[in-house]
């Protein structure tokens, strides 16, 4: 069964000058703005790495609380950030890589089980899975 959802964008003017607005499909976003001076500036907005980022992270609390669950373990917080690199190379800008990083506390795992099961939440993944750069991760459990 494939379930399709989407994002949308507009974009008025040239690169530096013109501002564009995101939405989704669930309405979580609704002609949000974005545009160069969000991404490169600091300007209050959005930008293309912090969605893939948040989509990242999502995606990763989510396929471990699965994996989780199969290893009969349930979290009481799984907090995750993906920090996105995006780096001037030849030709343009390149995003080179996503880092994860996570903090759970989970009733009656230890430090080895736990680093399994994240290792392989963040190659289960499906954002994983479509971001074709290095990702790594950083995992802590608290007590």
Same mark, same amino acid.
């Given at each position: 069964m494939a379930i399709k959802k989407y994002g *949308? @964008?507009?974009w008025q003017g040239g690169l530096k000058d013109g /501002? %564009?607005?995101i939405s989704t499909q669930s309405g979580a976003l609704d002609s949000y703005p974005y545009g160069f001076k969000q991404r490169f500036e600091g300007v209050k907005g959005s930008n293309p790495e912090e969605l893939i980022g948040a989509a990242h992270a999502s995606c990763f609390s989510m396929a471990f609380s699965l994996m989780l669950e199969k290893e009969g373990f349930t979290a009481d917080y799984i907090k995750t950030k993906a920090e996105i690199t995006l780096e001037e190379v030849e030709g %343009?800008? @390149?995003v080179s890589g996503s880092h994860l990083i996570m903090t759970a506390k989970i009733? %009656?795992?230890d430090d080895a089980k736990f680093k399994q099961i994240a290792d392989k939440a963040k190659e289960g993944c499906p954002i *994983? /899975?479509?971001l074709v750069t290095k990702i790594t991760l950083d995992a802590s459990l608290r007590e």
């Open positions: *949308s @964008a507009e /501002k %564009g607005t %343009g800008f @390149a009733p %009656g795992v *994983s /899975k479509l």
